[in-house]
Every structure is written in structure tokens, then in C-alpha cells.
């Protein structure tokens, strides 16, 4: 039985049979929407989230199959003291898969140690978030037909993102691919990212403050929000919110096949007026969002469908 | 030097940090083992200009050489049987550690799980960097020595 952790968790040939599925998921829905009849999933939020649990949720019905479970720690039996051990336990009688959301950093692995049942990690605090690492390599795939030969811009908050981290580590194991750092200094890259990750394994990058100098650049840019709660002081998170906002005009500073991501949600980091651009492929990245966990749920109940 | 032809068998531990013995006693839990110990504090030593022993008479066995490993791979253990050093075990960094350190990181589940194990994996042996098996939080020991003895 295999649980999904982190995106690493797959080799580089196991992510293209897993993006394979996902772009035939895509391309024949008709064809897997039986193919989990009678299979449940049990999502476990223990802390709120809209997308993840409902992208989750849209997954497995698509696939035919039914969900349950809770949408936030206060409607869990974790408000009366139960263990993330005990309570996995007890799920593995309901379900048979679970995808699990909790603030506590490593809580999906403890869970996924006294499982029955694969377990997936729906977010776990501040260090991994595999789904949307899967999500956004599979747009930049759909997309871009490639994962290879790219220069990817990366702009905000790159001190405090997970998503950003990940996907440097899982993008790194493809070839010839550069990276652009966009963000002030108070948010620039942690040194375990840059001196472990990227220097360590000869990537090329370059850390720089103003988006506009990197605009013609690149192939994907990376939007992400300035996360309000990691800040201490509001001084500080009110300076930095609004350092980057990506506009129509800097939009015209771009190559016109580039592709601009963000994990959502978004505040005010990516102008409105851009959401019409077609070059801005947010939303489309949330419906391959839903593509990329049908194709988990079927990889990690090892169902095939012919 | 040091006379250890006192004990029978057991094991001397040598080049211990000046300083580091007694909690070396206590992470090897020997205040447990009904034996005789001896701590040598701040003897001579060419090497080291001070050093530290700890000479204990028990069965070989009932030393953990993870947890020493862990605490100073530069130690020298030498087992002694017969009255004699019959061997100079090399200390290896352990590729895991249970429950001798604690992850201090406060966003990890390990700070709410019941009865769930403390567990270190050893990522980068040429640093000797550690982390935390959940919540990969780094840690980094204190004790870890520039220069390699022995």
C-alpha cells in the first residue's frame, strides 16, 4: 500500500504515468466515471480549506465514488483529545482512501504509519502540499508540453511559500530548467533552498527585485500571495502585500506564450484586468487540479481502467 | 597516561570533550547499570590538550554505541576483556536516533501526538545534520567537533 507525502514521494517516470492518466482523464472523462464505484474517500480537514477539500471531493465523484468526513478540527473527534493515530485507525473501517489536511507539520505521515488505507497529504502547516505541486506540473505540462527547457519565474512571497519550495524540488529533476527569483529582500529564498537545492545541484538562477526586469524572460510565471499570517508584525505584511502586483501593462513586457500560475486564492497580487489574458491560466490550473488527484486516487487504489 | 588495567571487562571510553563526560553518563542511561564507573575529568592529553573518560565495568553489550555515536563519533571505545583492550570499536554516526532528542520546532505533531516516538534521520552525514523525521526540522549537535581524533 503507498500514501503520498510528499511530492518526491514519486520517481520522475512515476509523475509522467501519473500525468499521462490525468491528461487521459482529461481528454475521456466518460471512461473513468465508473471507476470507482462503490470506493470512499474520506476527506479529514482538521483545519479549513475550500479549494483542496472541494478539489478533492470533485475528484472522487467524477470518478463515481462517494466521500465523507470533516471540514474542521472542531467537528472531529480531535476536539475531544483523539490521537491523528487513533483516528486514522478508525477511518481505515469507513474508507478506503483519505486525504488529510491538518496544521501540525508531519501529521498525514503519523497518520499514514497506523493507516489501513493510502493516506494523502492534503497540506500539513508550512511544509508540504504534494496535490498542489502535482497540480501545477501538470499544467505547466499540459501546457507547455514539456517540463524541460524552461526559464520559471518565481514572484512573492518566496520565504514562507511552500508551494513555491516544492516545486523548485520537484521541477529540478527535469532538464535544462532555470530559475528567476522575483521578490524583496525581507522575502527572498531560504539558504536551504538555494545553497541545498539549487546551488548543490548546479541549477541555474538568478534573485532579483523587480518583475519587470525578468518579464521577457520567462516561460511560466509563478504568482503567490503575501501570506498575512506569517507575518508578526502587520507593519511589515501591509508594506510587502502589495510589492508585486501583476498588471495588464507589465503583462505586455512578457514573451506571448508565457504562462501565469498561481495556487490561489488570490488577493491582489494579479490585477483583475488580467484574468482575461490568455496567458493567465489560474483557473484552468484548479480544474487540472481536480485531473491530477482523479488520476492519485486511481494510482494509490491501484485501479486500472482500460 | 591513565592506568585502565582495573577493569576485566567492560569498555574505557577515550577522548571524550573535556566537559562532556557527565552528560555522556547520563545519555547512556549508566546511573541505570549496577556497575562500577569511573569519570576521569580534564586528564592530559597530547591530542586534545584535556580530555575526558569514562572507564565501565559491564558486559560489552550493554552499551549503546548509536546513542554515542550520535553524541561524538570521535570518541575512541576500547572493549576490554581479560584485562586487555581486545578492541577499538570505530563510532559511526547512526542513520536514525529515537527518542534522545527532541524536535523543538512547535508547529510539529510530534508537540501534540501522544506517546509518538521523537525520531531523527541523519540527511547530511558529511555536516552531521539530523532531521526531524516529521516535520524535517533541522538539527544540527552542538558537540559536533572540527577536528577528527583517533
Do not use: W
Amino acid at each position: 500500500m503507498r500514501h503520498l507525502m510528499s511530492p518526491l514521494d514519486f520517481s520522475v517516470e512515476e509523475l509522467d504515468q501519473l500525468l499521462d492518466l490525468a491528461s487521459d482523464i482529461e481528454k475521456n472523462p466518460g471512461k473513468y466515471a465508473h471507476a470507482c464505484d462503490g470506493k470512499k474517500l474520506a476527506t479529514c480537514f482538521y483545519e479549513p480549506s475550500t479549494r483542496t477539500r472541494l478539489s478533492f471531493e470533485a475528484a472522487m465523484l467524477n470518478l463515481g465514488g462517494s466521500v465523507l468526513g470533516f471540514a474542521s478540527a472542531d467537528s472531529s473527534s480531535a476536539a475531544k483529545g483523539e490521537s491523528i493515530s487513533d483516528t486514522i485507525r478508525v477511518i481505515s473501517c469507513y474508507a478506503d482512501i483519505c486525504a488529510m489536511r491538518h496544521p501540525k507539520e508531519g501529521a498525514a505521515l503519523v497518520a499514514s504509519q497506523k493507516s489501513g488505507i493510502p493516506v494523502i497529504n492534503a497540506g500539513d502547516g508550512g511544509h508540504q502540499h504534494p496535490t498542489q505541486t502535482l497540480t501545477d506540473l501538470m499544467t505547466i505540462r499540459s501546457l507547455k508540453g514539456r517540463l524541460g527547457n524552461l526559464t520559471i519565474g518565481l514572484c512573492g512571497d518566496l520565504k514562507f511559500g511552500r508551494t513555491v519550495h516544492s516545486l523548485i524540488n520537484a521541477l529540478i529533476r527535469y532538464e535544462n530548467v532555470k530559475f528567476i527569483l522575483i521578490s524583496p529582500e525581507e522575502l527572498r529564498i531560504p539558504s536551504y533552498i538555494r545553497d541545498d537545492v539549487l546551488r548543490a545541484n548546479h541549477i541555474e538562477f538568478e534573485e532579483v527585485e523587480r518583475l519587470e526586469d525578468a518579464m521577457n524572460q520567462l516561460d511560466v510565471l509563478y504568482m503567490t500571495r503575501v501570506q498575512r499570517e506569517r507575518f508578526f508584525n502587520e507593519e511589515d505584511y501591509i508594506r510587502l502585500k502589495d510589492y508585486y502586483i501583476l498588471t495588464k501593462e507589465k503583462m505586455e513586457l512578457a514573451r506571448e506564450d508565457m504562462l501565469v500560475l498561481h495556487p490561489l486564492p488570490r488577493v491582489n497580487e494579479i490585477s483583475v484586468e488580467v484574468d482575461d489574458d490568455p496567458r493567465a491560466v489560474y483557473f484552468q490550473q484548479a480544474q487540472y487540479g481536480v485531473y491530477v488527484r482523479m488520476a492519485l486516487i486511481l494510482t494509490l487504489l491501484e485501479i486500472t481502467v482500460m | 597516561m591513565l592506568n585502565i588495567s582495573g577493569i576485566h571487562e567492560g569498555f574505557v571510553l577515550d577522548h571524550i570533550q573535556a566537559g562532556m563526560s557527565l552528560q555522556i553518563y547520563h545519555d547512556l542511561k549508566l546511573d541505570k547499570l549496577d556497575c562500577s564507573v569511573a569519570i576521569i575529568k580534564n586528564a592530559k592529553s597530547s591530542k586534545m590538550g584535556k580530555k575526558d573518560i569514562i572507564k565501565v565495568e559491564c558486559p560489552i553489550e550493554a552499551l549503546d554505541l548509536d546513542i554515542l555515536g550520535f553524541i561524538d563519533h570521535n570518541i575512541t571505545v576500547n572493549v576490554i576483556k581479560g584485562d586487555k583492550i581486545v578492541e577499538k570499536k570505530i563510532l559511526k554516526l547512526p542513520k536514525q536516533v529515537k527518542n534522545v532528542i527532541k524536535c523543538k520546532n512547535p508547529r510539529c505533531v510530534t508537540s501534540i501526538e501522544q506517546e509518538l516516538d521523537q525520531i531523527f534521520l541523519l540527511t547530511d552525514e558529511e555536516k552531521e545534520v539530523y532531521r526531524c523525521k516529521y516535520c524535517e526540522e533541522k538539527y544540527t549537535n552542538p558537540n559536533r567537533r572540527k577536528i577528527k581524533f583517533g
